[in-house]
């Protein structure tokens, strides 16, 4: 038996997501393409295996092709550095960073990664499903949008503690577009409740449309020029070398010649008869 799997070249331009946001922040249309690639690669695997959960949606398990397609990758084959119960010791004792911690349960199976662990998977109190990598995919989402974790902790105790208690925030230096077009869908990804996540990633795609959609309208509207108000005429567009053109001046049309008044014709006089003389 064997397994063929596809091989993503990492150069020159394919590189995982980490590297790619290492290197500056995406703009927005780009970030929705990646996150529309992330949803439609989940929901296939959905379809193919109803009720399958990653476990472990990061930046460093998803990989950017050179023709710029993301792929998902390490479906569940990562085990773990730290095990659940001992992370709190762990980390306080060596100073483990939360990007090399990958929590798991005392019998060996990986919970995830602290910076993009679902609430529900930490207190282990229910059976994670779809729901669970969505909020996963919603840190993703805030990464690609903010440059930053979800929170401001490098203690994997205390990231897993503000998984359950403390809710997201929008950045105060976070784009205009971001934070009125994305943020209330990455909010809906961050809900501590399953239940006030979306259901499945085909609603989460939909949903990133819509975005794409107002973000491709405004856009469009910036680029129509605004019309001139009533009375007033617009100035001409100004060439490309920045110079204003002379005002073209029209040639006067040439005036056609009177025509000459044609000579008065005199009449000739009348020839005067002289009387024929009487006779002798």
Not at 72 to 80: E, P, V, W, Y
Not at 229 to 255: D, I, M, N, R, T
Request: aromatic residues 6%.
């Amino acid at each position: 038996p064997h397994i063929l799997v596809e091989f993503v070249d990492p150069s020159p331009g394919g590189t995982t997501l980490r590297r790619r946001l290492a290197g500056g922040l995406p703009p927005l249309t780009l970030l929705l393409d990646w996150a529309l690639h992330l949803c439609r690669g989940m929901d296939y695997v959905a379809y193919v295996d109803p009720g399958f959960y990653h476990g472990d949606l990061r930046p460093e398990n998803l990989v950017i092709s050179r023709e710029g397609v993301l792929k998902i990758t390490d479906f569940g084959l990562l085990r773990s550095l730290v095990d659940v119960d001992s992370v709190r010791a762990l980390d306080v004792a060596s100073g483990t960073p939360v990007t090399s911690a990958v929590v798991e349960t005392a019998d060996g199976l990986p919970v995830g990664s602290p910076p993009y662990l679902a609430p529900e998977r930490i207190k282990g109190a229910v059976t994670p499903d779809v729901r669970s990598d969505i909020y996963s995919a919603g840190c993703v989402l805030y990464e690609m949008a903010f440059g930053r974790w979800l929170f401001a902790e490098s203690r994997v105790d205390r990231f897993l503690e503000k998984h359950l208690a403390e809710e997201p925030a929008l950045p105060t230096d976070a784009p205009d577009d971001v934070g009125r077009l994305l943020w209330p869908v990455i909010q809906r990804c961050l809900a501590k409740g399953p239940a006030d996540r979306p259901p499945d990633f085909a609603t989460l795609a939909a949903q990133l449309e819509a975005v794409r959609d107002a973000v491709a309208q405004e856009a469009a509207a910036k680029a129509v020029p605004e019309a001139a108000p009533e009375g007033l005429e617009q100035a001409p567009p100004v060439p490309a070398s920045g110079l204003v053109p002379e005002a073209e001046v029209q040639p006067e049309a040439e005036s056609e010649p009177e025509p000459e008044p044609e000579p008065e014709v005199q009449p000739e006089p009348e020839a005067e008869v002289q009387p024929e003389p009487e006779p002798q």
